[in-house]
């Protein structure tokens, strides 16, 4: 008889945790799909046309923006860019003020430790540019001179392994267009500078007489999208969507869009 009451008390008291949870299950359920598609914040430096720089209005545009925002169709979520500085950029997604960067960001060992990288979605190298009379034909012979790059870039790297870490004569601006400045007003030498704004550069001032010069010593770059250390689900999102976009042939229509007549 004990037993017995004791097996029902089982069970009875399973069946209300069962629908305890079953209830509760279906609210959640109903929550997430009735709720709007999640929405991440992605960091940019938008003064680096064609990748993102910013129109009259302030809205930041360009190939990184279209590109996020097919990725974010496919793989169901909303992106929203917010302008961003270079130098630091990493520390916004460890803080959780960015939860995506998308920022024309070649991705390296060092930068590895910090953050994590989507597949590589373009592949660049750095250029050159020097003014009209400019007697550089290779990197080496920037040597002697003084070179503009924006601060904390790769290109800032390269001209650190000609010219030395603290050599004055490296002058970093906080932004790839003041360093073009600088170059416009003869305060610099030459801008060792990622290919695509360059070119979209040179292409766009052509009343300068700006040439740019690539040099073999420069290695391949290759930009991914970051996340902050350890998110493998957004991770796996945007790679999803990446693979996505390219198979179906949106990536290549946003490529041409942008790329289609660069100068050689
Ligand atoms: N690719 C270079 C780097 O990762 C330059 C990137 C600068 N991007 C920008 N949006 N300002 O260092």
Do not use: W
């Amino acid at each position: 008889m004990k037993k017995v009451s004791k097996a029902l008390l089982c069970i009875a008291s399973s069946v209300v945790l069962l629908a305890a949870c079953g209830k509760q299950e279906s609210k959640e359920e109903k929550t997430a799909s009735a709720a709007a598609p999640a929405e991440y914040i992605v960091g940019a430096e938008a003064t680096f046309a064609p990748f993102e720089y910013q129109t009259e209005q302030k809205e930041i545009v360009g190939f990184d923006v279209d590109l996020m925002n097919a990725i974010a169709d496919k793989a169901g979520f909303k992106v929203k860019f917010v302008n961003t500085p270079f130098e630091g950029i990493f520390n916004f997604l460890a803080q959780g003020d960015r939860d995506l960067l998308a920022s024309a960001i070649t991705i390296t060992d060092e930068r590895k430790q910090t953050v994590d990288f989507s597949e590589p979605y373009y592949e660049s190298t750095q250029l050159i540019v020097v003014p009209k009379g400019s007697t550089v034909t290779k990197f080496t012979d920037l040597k002697s001179l003084t070179v503009g790059v924006q601060s904390a870039t790769t290109g800032d790297e390269t001209v650190q392994k000609l010219l030395g870490k603290s050599n004055p004569k490296i002058k970093r601006m906080e932004s790839a267009t003041l360093a073009l400045k600088e170059l416009e007003g003869g305060g610099v030498d030459a801008v060792v500078l990622d290919t695509g704004p360059v070119k979209n550069y040179v292409k766009n001032n052509a009343s300068l007489g700006f040439h740019f010069i690539s040099d073999p010593d420069f290695p391949k770059e290759y930009y991914g999208i970051a996340v902050k250390k350890g998110n493998t689900a957004l991770l796996a999102k945007v790679n999803d969507g990446l693979a996505a976009i390219k198979a179906d042939g949106t990536y290549q229509k946003i490529f041409s869009k942008y790329f289609a007549d660069d100068v050689k």
